[in-house]
């Protein structure tokens, strides 16, 4: 069985700019976390899509945000990239509950110059 | 809202010792608990997972955690380390709600010395 799988694995963009990443959940998997982790506050909750719905959202500004297709793919956007953006960021697929372990893809790193 | 604390930011052992990295946590009912670990570069591995029953769980690699309600911690213990072992260690707690999300830990590095 596949893994889950994240593109691209590496990303430089400048100040300003946009960015798409995106996820391809484990085959059966209706749950896509997405999650932001740097190493002055760790892993940080984005948000959660679930059966193309978003049913979780964190802390963060609207520059964020996020879109499930029917085949449980998920993409996220960050707009107006700021230096701060700077982060690995990894998704994660589950069957569709919170006691259900999450699986985690090997991150996407975004670096702002 | 639920919350974790992993108290050792770093920790180093000898390969071949005990391990025991702590987490406690914060939730108004019976949580669900996980232990991940991460190697650099990549993505977090489940290691173990409690939802109810047996409070001592059995997880790959040789992990063993053990749910202490009255503590309300979950640490994570490894009898033998191994240098492949070093990686950054995350201790999570999930609600039994089917929409609530997973909170994280700031993690624990461990390094091992041959």
């Known amino acids: 069985k596949a893994g889950v799988t994240q593109t691209p694995r590496y990303l430089i963009k400048t100040r300003g700019q946009q960015v798409t990443l995106s996820c391809s959940p484990i085959s059966g998997h209706r749950s896509v976390s997405w999650y932001q982790q740097t190493p002055g506050q760790g892993l940080q909750f984005l948000f959660e899509y679930f059966s193309e719905t978003q049913r979780n959202k964190g802390n963060f500004p609207g520059r964020f945000s996020g879109r499930q297709f029917s085949n449980s793919r998920s993409e996220m956007n960050v707009s107006t990239l700021e230096l701060g953006d700077s982060a690995l960021y990894l998704c994660?697929?589950?069957?569709?509950?919170?006691?259900?372990?999450?699986?985690f893809g090997d991150g996407t790193r975004l670096s702002i110059l | 809202a639920q919350s974790v604390t992993q108290p050792d930011i770093h920790i180093t052992v000898s390969e071949g010792a005990s391990l025991e990295l702590r987490c406690n946590y914060s939730y108004g009912a019976t949580p669900y608990l996980f232990w991940y670990v991460q190697s650099p570069g990549q993505g977090l591995q489940l290691l173990l997972k409690y939802f109810s029953g047996d409070t001592l769980v059995q997880g790959i690699k040789g992990f063993e955690a053990e749910f202490k309600r009255s503590q309300s911690s979950f640490n994570l213990r490894k009898p033998s380390v191994h240098w492949s072992d070093a990686a950054e260690y995350f201790c999570a707690v999930g609600g039994q709600g089917g929409s609530e999300k997973l909170v994280f830990g700031k993690g624990t590095k461990l390094t091992v010395n041959p």
């Open positions: 994660a697929s589950s069957l569709g509950y919170s006691n259900q372990p999450q699986h």
